[in-house]
């Protein structure tokens, strides 16, 4: 954990703390219960006279006031209630409270009267409503994270030390419609589904018409085809990033669904039951998505041919079709003709066959990441590798190669490769 406050602070020798907001930290700290002595400790400097040099705060070098609490989960993980001692830090920006136990209790409603944020990150963080309960004065809010039922923890690397109860209650989702500045909303994990106004949510207009939202992340809401795709048809064009993965999409992804998000650089579709529609036609409707860094449509039931298209996403850094049910389709430099940029290739579990014509060299030369269990190979060891210099993680195995390790390959990759499983019967 970084001290925010070096990045607001001014000399060490100058007070840059008001003393109105010390004391409503002093308060808002009163409301915390640390899980650990290392998090008790961490709190305890707390206790120092400018509070713009406390864990976790940072201010404003211009002003010393308080603009930003910076205590996520990861690092700090503490229990306990959000005081409203926060009202009275009046140039209050940012706030990241996630990942944290609050035992099951509402976000406050005085949340919603924080009108200077622009960040607010409360996400799984043990809320009974993981939604805004109430319209407030967000009007110049940017990023804003919610939900994420505890028990959904077993995705993340963090485990609460304390038994919480199920998120029970979603709530209305219209206080969300009327953030006006939104650009950027996480709302994974929460089954958005059972939230009373689902259906007809005016939040679903706001994505649609609003020019600010760029990022939504919805994954793991239990999301089925027939509640998600008649509103992505209308999707905003200034999309950027869009997540639907981890939820119950079914059967072929209707080509149009893309024809309006001219401006999309990620999408994740992976975890899904989607089947035999991403084929060649669909393939091909994704490969006008010209600006595409990121696909990933792995743990699915796709199968049929994979279009050449798919060479043709100049800009694509992570491709991820892995354990899905292709089988014997042949993969080959068309595939990758324009992919320069690929950084990660992920397709393990599928009956792919990797084949390029002999001698010949792949047009991507930066990868970082290579996962092709159960990719046919050939007999031989691929030459083609020895180009890949910059690999971290490799997964060869069980590639029907009978071949051995050549020298060069240890030459080549010792000093860089974390992961090594390669060439395994």
Not at 140 to 147: A, P, Q, R, S
Not at 198 to 219: C, E, G, K, Y
Not at 404 to 415: A, M
Request: aromatic content about 10%; overall charge neutral.
């Amino acid at each position: 954990m970084t001290n925010v406050s070096e990045n607001y602070t001014a000399a060490d020798d100058v007070m840059m703390c008001k003393e109105s907001d010390r004391q409503a930290l002093l308060q808002f700290k009163q409301s915390l219960q640390p899980v650990d002595q290392s998090v008790n400790s961490s709190l305890s400097p707390w206790d120092k006279r400018d509070c713009c040099e406390w864990m976790g705060v940072g201010c404003s070098k211009l002003t010393g006031y308080v603009e930003r609490i910076e205590l996520h989960g990861y690092h700090w993980l503490v229990a306990g209630t959000i005081s409203p001692s926060l009202l009275k830090l009046q140039h209050l920006s940012y706030i990241d409270l996630g990942y944290n136990d609050f035992n099951g209790s509402l976000i406050p409603e005085f949340i919603g009267s924080l009108k200077n944020l622009t960040y607010l990150d409360l996400s799984f963080a043990n809320f009974r409503r993981p939604i805004l309960s109430q319209r407030g004065n967000l009007s110049m809010l940017e990023i804003l994270f919610l939900g994420g039922d505890v028990f959904s923890l077993r995705y993340s690397t963090h485990f609460f030390h304390h038994k919480s109860e199920k998120v029970f209650s979603v709530g209305d989702l219209d206080p969300l419609s009327h953030l006006s500045s939104l650009k950027n909303l996480y709302l994974g994990f929460t089954d958005l589904t059972k939230a009373s106004d689902w259906s007809q949510s005016s939040l679903i207009s706001l994505i649609n018409s609003s020019t600010f939202v760029t990022t939504l992340h919805l994954a793991g809401n239990n999301l089925t085809s027939s509640a998600t795709y008649p509103w992505l048809f209308s999707v905003s064009r200034k999309l950027k990033v869009l997540d639907r993965s981890m939820n119950q999409l079914k059967g072929p992804i209707p080509e149009s669904n893309f024809g309006n998000m001219v401006s999309l650089k990620d999408l994740y579709l992976s975890d899904n039951q989607l089947e035999s529609g991403i084929n060649g036609s669909v393939l091909y409707e994704i490969a006008k998505l010209s600006s595409l860094r990121a696909l990933d449509l792995g743990y699915n039931h796709l199968n049929g041919t994979i279009s050449e298209s798919i060479g043709q996403l100049s800009k694509l850094l992570l491709l991820r079709l892995a354990w899905n049910s292709f089988d014997n389709v042949v993969i080959s430099e068309a595939h990758f003709s324009n992919l320069t940029r690929l950084r990660a290739l992920v397709s393990s579990g599928i009956s792919l066959t990797l084949k390029f014509n002999s001698g010949g060299i792949p047009p991507f030369h930066n990868l970082h990441v290579m996962m092709l269990r159960s990719y046919k190979l050939g007999p031989c060891f691929p030459e083609w590798l020895r180009t890949q210099i910059h690999l971290r993680a490799l997964h060869i195995s069980a590639t029907e190669s009978s071949d051995s390790l050549p020298y060069w390959f240890w030459d080549c990759h010792t000093p860089r490769l974390r992961h090594t499983m390669a060439i395994l019967p």
